[in-house]
């Protein structure tokens, strides 16, 4: 299973084609960090990264 | 308010017990709001979550997990990793890097040029007889010392 995040929104996807957060299809094997969002209305973390969507995100992506 | 702590891993199992965190964090309610493993941070992973009690009572049982820091982390400790600086950004013309991925794994090298955009660096290894100029991806070296 490849984890590919998105160039756009850096959300981790597996095996699709599609991105499951934005729609983009722009997907990169380059992305560095690993930050899990639960609950982002509570999480200091998903406000400072500007995440409104719980899941898997990418810190970097190149 | 949400309070950050480290969480102790064996040492390269950080992803999957960020994930296990995550099953385990839905699974028993508790209140973790996020969990954070910066590339940079080797046998820890950081988890946001209301009180110590819920990071003690997430881990609790979970394999691969060595323990919880009790100290609470400032936000100011985790800014950094929020905007992790390229590697090649880091490293300089004149450099010496080891060389931690590829065929040239294990051998020291000096910088000679950096390409920022391509995220590439041309180096020169030490220990060969003719020096050729060799350009790697920025990301399979490691910086040493500066010369």
Known sequence: MTELACKKCKYINADTSICKNCGSSEFTKEWFGYVIILDPEKSEIAKKLGIKVPGKFALRVD | ?147
Do not use: C, W
């Open chain 2, 1 to 147: 308010m949400s309070k950050f702590y480290a969480v102790k891993t064996t040492a390269n199992q950080e992803r999957i017990v960020a994930n296990l965190l995550e099953m385990y964090a839905r699974k028993n309610r508790t209140n973790v709001y996020s969990i954070l493993e910066p590339k940079e941070l080797k046998g820890y992973v950081i988890v946001e979550a209301e009180s110590y009690e819920d990071v003690v009572k997430t881990v609790k049982g979970l394999s691969k997990v060595k323990g919880v820091v009790k100290r609470e982390i400032s936000t100011k400790e985790i800014d950094h990793f929020l905007a992790p600086k390229k590697i090649v950004e880091k490293i300089k013309e004149g450099d010496m890097v080891e060389i931690v991925y590829g065929p040239f794994k294990g051998e020291s090298a000096i910088v000679r040029k950096v390409d920022e955009v391509k995220n590439e660096i041309t180096i020169e290894l030490i220990n060969a007889v003719v020096p050729i100029p060799v350009t790697v991806k920025a990301d399979h070296a490691r910086k040493v010392e500066r010369r």
